[in-house]
């Protein structure tokens, strides 16, 4: 950093000198401290890209764009500066992962040097420019421009080199190859693949981790296919030349082992897999490589662990998943379902609500499994609120909350259950119009014996059913005969009587007729 500061150092006091001057001196001097200033700010420029302060870097390249395009009458220098600027934007676009500006930058600049009239400009400009292009287009999944433009960076990449087999060329048919593999065209991949692996071979011989990469993109290229037997053959080859090669806690390592361990749970090869995991797993820990880690692995592993009782060690596992940045909020499930937060509190599921504080599965875990049971009446208000608020499908809703009342009922907390569907109500009036949240209502209120809010929600309910539910109705004549609505009850059970295919609701419906006019008469008597 020491030595970037003063380098930028020198740089202002450049440019303040050409601020001193510039009204000073002849018209040929003027010109020479404007090309000072159009150089120096270039190089600042590229320091602060150095640095990875990219906007900084892409404001100063903007600016001197902008001065240099409006000159007439521009000089060769000049044109240099601004095309160096031009490729200047597109690298700290890329950088940035801004490909649509990287894409628009490496443009300008290659038309400018295909039409160049600089002689200093030479062929080796013009195949970066191409190669940068090129990368941006594969990244942007424009694979086919990607393609197009990698060749044409190989052919000049052949008359640079003589046609010889170099490294620049083994690394160039890899990324052709890549391409390839993305956009579907697998033999092609293949086909460029193998002849990399003959260009590396030849320049760096066969133990080199740049071979067990290579390798690894066939053993990807044979998954993609479906052959995961030839994948787990390239991978392990791969391993093998890294173990020669690199520190046994590489990350080359502990990549290759991770594809190891899919291929082999996808192959049902559990034993094999856990075995390659616990090899790899000491160095993901000692390097503290978790955040880097595929999640889906662990998930895997962690179920193959469940599945054959290994609690302790799946909690180990555990215990990284939910301190890595990909940590989902399933895992502070699966964790409180092994009851080990007591050790450790700072993975409960108030931690993962405070970290997830919107997610429903979350909530209601804790809603079912502590609330509920601890008769946290106030809890469960605020919870049942948020779920309310944080639930937009209408449809999703109601399945969340009339669950949520199942359970208070089941627990013996119905008037709860009552004051949840209230507060669902409350935050979302949509849900009345929802025949399963009005059935739930009702049912709640009828077994609070609320007779006379009952029945009117059953009567709603029957109203809006296109195909009569008998069971539906036998609850709603039941409810109005409780709430004194004989009238209304024995049309309904009239009706059973008579159009219900279900002999045993119809033998029911007449019973109850029966019963009603003998109380009647006795009443009358």
Not at 214 to 223: A, F, K, P, R, S
Not at 487 to 497: M, R, S, T
Request: charged letters at 30%.
């Amino acid at each position: 950093m020491a030595k970037w500061f003063h380098g930028e150092l020198k740089m202002v006091q450049r440019i303040k000198a050409f601020y001193e001057n510039r009204s000073h001196g002849s018209k040929s001097k003027k010109s020479e401290f404007v090309n000072e200033l159009y150089s120096a700010s270039y190089s600042l420029a590229r320091c602060y890209a150095d640095r990875d302060e990219y906007i900084e870097s892409e404001t100063i390249y903007k600016e001197l764009i902008t001065a240099l395009e409006s000159i007439d009458g521009i000089s060769d220098y000049q044109k240099q500066i601004m095309y160096r600027c031009y490729h200047g934007v597109g690298v700290v676009a890329m950088k940035r992962l801004q490909y649509d500006e990287a894409e628009k930058y490496f443009i300008k600049d290659l038309a400018f040097l295909q039409n160049r009239d600089i002689e200093s400009i030479d062929t080796r400009n013009l195949l970066v420019v191409r190669q940068n292009l090129a990368l941006v287009y594969m990244h942007q999944e424009k694979f086919e421009k990607s393609t197009e433009e990698y060749n044409k960076v190989l052919k000049m990449r052949e008359q640079l080199d003589f046609g010889e087999d170099s490294l620049e060329i083994g690394q160039l048919l890899t990324n052709i190859g890549l391409c390839y593999r993305r956009s579907g065209n697998l033999d092609m991949a293949e086909k460029m693949y193998k002849r990399s692996l003959d260009c590396k071979v030849k320049g760096l011989g066969w133990n080199h981790p740049d071979i067990g990469m290579l390798l690894q993109n066939l053993g990807v290229l044979e998954q993609v296919r479906g052959n995961l037997e030839g994948a787990i053959k390239y991978n392990q080859q791969a391993e093998e030349i890294y173990m020669k090669t690199t520190d046994e806690d590489s990350l080359y390592l502990i990549r290759v082992r991770e594809n190891l361990i899919c291929q082999l749970l996808q192959l049902d090869k559990h034993s094999q897999a856990v075995e390659v995991y616990w090899k790899n797993y000491k160095y993901v820990n000692k390097k503290n490589f978790w955040d880097m880690s595929l999640p889906v692995l662990h998930e895997k592993i962690v179920q193959i662990l469940s599945q054959q009782e290994m609690q302790a060690q799946m909690l180990e596992v555990l215990l990284h998943m939910i301190d890595a940045s990909w940590c989902k909020p399933e895992y502070y499930i699966w964790y409180d379902n092994l009851k080990a937060h007591t050790d450790h509190p700072q993975h409960s599921l108030d931690d993962g609500l405070k970290r997830f504080p919107e997610n429903i599965g979350l909530m209601l875990r804790k809603l079912s499994q502590y609330m509920i049971p601890s008769k946290d009446t106030d809890g469960i208000i605020k919870t049942a609120a948020k779920v309310t608020k944080a639930v937009e499908d209408i449809e999703q809703l109601v399945s969340i909350v009339c669950s949520i009342a199942d359970w208070l009922d089941g627990a013996d907390m119905k008037d709860v259950a009552e004051d949840v569907l209230g507060v669902t109500l409350k935050g979302q009036p949509k849900v009345f119009e929802n025949e399963r949240f009005m059935f739930a209502q009702a049912c709640i209120k009828a077994k609070l014996n609320k007779y006379g809010e009952s029945w009117p929600l059953f009567q709603k309910l029957l109203e809006k059913e296109q195909e009569p539910i008998w069971y539906h109705h036998m609850l709603a004549a039941q409810n109005a005969i409780y709430a004194g609505q004989h009238e209304d009850g024995k049309k309904i059970l009239i009706d059973i009587k008579e159009t219900c295919q279900d002999e045993e609701m119809a033998t029911k419906a007449k019973d109850i007729l029966e019963y009603l006019k003998n109380e009647l008469d006795n009443a009358t008597a």
